[in-house]
């Protein structure tokens, strides 16, 4: 079957709820039920279309890769999405997530501010993000990223106060200017090679010379792409964002932000650059530390560096902060880190060849494999984080360490779940961070990188560091007098249990989860397989991602 409608479904579920929440936004009660079912339905759309992808469904005969082609107009001509299982790893680690984090939000945003469009704002946010996932060309990359980032320059100045207002419009203004950057690149890669499928793409680059592309142009081109990428994903340098939206926007939206937002940015690095850039015939790079032919071999580099930037500044900075979501958001910023590594390693892999042990094979897979499961604990933890942090304004009236103190003796059933939470983070078994962890360790022993293994100890320390500062200052000690006369809001309190529970059963049962993230992680390097499923001519002359 050439289409399979199945693929669309999730992104016409929150297309729809976003719609028809907007069409009931005078009657808040039945706005509320409208979103909840709508999130509801978005979770079985999201796991019917898992269910197909790893039952071995696909298209063009094509195991595990299921394509649409819209109105039948098929590729490179029309608009295509394309599910394999990396969009699938990635889709269910947004409907855990964005069901939770919406129902946080019913409780915790008052009818005045969901009668505002909250709601709407939220659907159409998850569109954005679900069609970032699904599609298969470039142009259409920067479409649904803009409509995620449309709706969430809206949703971080909902309080609209001075500090609200000041953090939008520094939001508003980098992400604007990363995508006039990105605009750019798309209409360059264009005019170089002539086609924005990425399999089509992915196809030129392998036999550049019968299609009359240079292959420096585009080297360019990507480079301007990674950087608009990394921009989103909030990777040292670009991260500059990160902490004051985190803190202006509201607890459900900071944890959206962190948990799933930032990780279409890593999406799009990990698809671009490792399905469609890495297939590039071999060029003469000619550049200072770049060994090999590979546009990996410019960008593994580049990763490492960013990478370990961003574990380093965001961990120290994390260790000092103030209040609860300051530390949260540097640490992100951290965490984010260990992935952008992982990927390092995984392009080197691409780049060297090198082996790894069984099931994975191949140092690539193991990369990939470990940044996508701890992109998954990350977004669990950090979002049970940012949903702790709400909740605790919402019952003590502050977040500052300065007025808490002894919230674990006050309530208990919220302290367990920041608990879990924070132990997931650091990576304590059998938490889902720890197995994390553990893949990104063991990437960089097969990888042979010392300075690799270094760098993620330091993290791991740092991480440690403001957590148990964040856990011995809000919650253990003595009780301040703001949380003795607290009023405790338990509806939040379960919402942040329910996910850090979560955190902790895919932990304990890990073997589906590592299953899934080593299958993602071949989709990812898949390039021919690719190239099937969405009716394109395999050609593929050369190594990268194709096998």
């Given at each position: ?36 079912l ?7 759309a ?14 063009h ?12 107009w ?10 394999d ?25 008052d ?13 159409f ?47 508003v ?20 090679t ?14 550049p ?31 500059w964002?990160?902490?004051a939206a ?39 790079l ?63 892999g691409v780049?060297?060849?090198w ?46 360490f300065d ?56 993290g ?10 964040a856990?011995?200052?809000g919650?253990?000690?003595?009780r ?16 942040v ?44 002359t ?6």
């Amino acid at each position: 079957m050439a289409t399979e409608q199945v693929v669309v479904a999730p992104l016409l579920v929150a297309l729809v709820t976003a719609i028809l929440t907007l069409v009931v936004h005078r009657y808040v009660r039945v706005q509320k039920v409208v979103s909840a079912l709508g999130g509801l339905a978005y979770v079985g759309a999201v796991a019917m279309l898992i269910q197909r992808v790893r039952s071995g469904a696909g298209s063009h005969g094509v195991e595990g890769v299921l394509t649409y082609q819209l109105s039948e107009w098929g590729a490179p001509f029309g608009i295509t999405l394309v599910a394999d299982d990396l969009s699938a790893f990635m889709l269910g680690l947004t409907a855990v997530v964005s069901l939770l984090a919406l129902a946080f939000s019913i409780q915790y945003v008052d009818e005045a501010g969901q009668r505002v469009s909250y709601h709407p704002l939220y659907h159409f946010m998850l569109v954005g993000v679900t069609g970032s996932f699904l599609t298969a060309d470039i142009f259409n990359l920067f479409v649904w990223f803009e409509v995620m980032l449309m709706s969430s320059y809206v949703l971080v100045v909902f309080y609209s106060g001075p500090q609200h207002t000041k953090a939008a419009l520094q939001y508003v203004v980098l992400n604007l200017v990363g995508s006039a950057f990105m605009l750019l690149a798309i209409g360059g890669l264009y005019s170089t090679t002539g086609t924005l499928n990425m399999a089509d793409l992915a196809r030129r680059l392998a036999d550049p010379a019968s299609f009359g592309i240079s292959l420096v142009p585009v080297l360019g081109l990507s480079a301007v792409l990674f950087v608009v990428f990394a921009l989103k994903a909030g990777i040292v340098p670009f991260q500059w964002w990160v902490p004051a939206a985190y803190r202006a926007a509201p607890a459900p939206v900071s944890a959206m932000l962190a948990g799933v937002v930032k990780k279409v940015g890593i999406y799009a690095i990990i698809r671009l650059y490792f399905t469609v850039f890495a297939n590039a015939a071999p060029m003469d790079l000619s550049l200072p530390g770049v060994v090999g032919e590979s546009t990996l071999a410019f960008f593994g580099p580049v990763l490492f560096i960013m990478g370990a930037a961003s574990i380093i500044l965001g961990g120290v900075a994390a260790v000092n902060r103030d209040n609860v979501d300051d530390l949260l958001a540097y640490s992100s910023i951290g965490q984010v880190g260990f992935i952008v590594i992982a990927l390092a390693f995984a392009a080197g892999g691409v780049v060297a060849g090198w082996e790894a042990p069984d099931p994975y094979g191949s140092v690539a897979v193991l990369g990939l494999a470990a940044a996508l499961v701890y992109s998954l604990n990350h977004a669990l933890a950090k979002a049970a984080l940012f949903l702790a942090s709400g909740a605790v304004y919402e019952s003590v009236g502050s977040i500052e360490f300065d007025d808490l103190g002894g919230i674990a003796g006050r309530m208990p059933l919220l302290s367990t779940g920041f608990f879990v939470a924070a132990l997931s983070l650091v990576g304590i078994p059998p938490l889902l961070g720890f197995f994390g962890k553990f893949l990104v360790f063991d990437a960089a022993v097969n990888a042979g990188s010392n300075l690799g293994i270094g760098l993620a100890l330091l993290g791991a320390i740092l991480t440690i560091a403001y957590v148990t500062r964040a856990w011995n200052r809000g919650f253990w000690g003595e009780r301040s007098e703001a949380v003795e006369q607290a009023t405790p809001q338990y509806g939040l309190f379960a919402t942040v249990l329910v996910l850090a529970v979560v955190a902790l059963g895919v932990g304990v049962a890990f073997d589906p989860v590592v299953d899934a993230a080593i299958d993602a992680a071949n989709a990812a390097l898949g390039t021919g397989d690719y190239i099937e499923a969405v009716g394109l001519e395999e050609s593929l002359t050369s190594g990268g991602g194709g096998h």
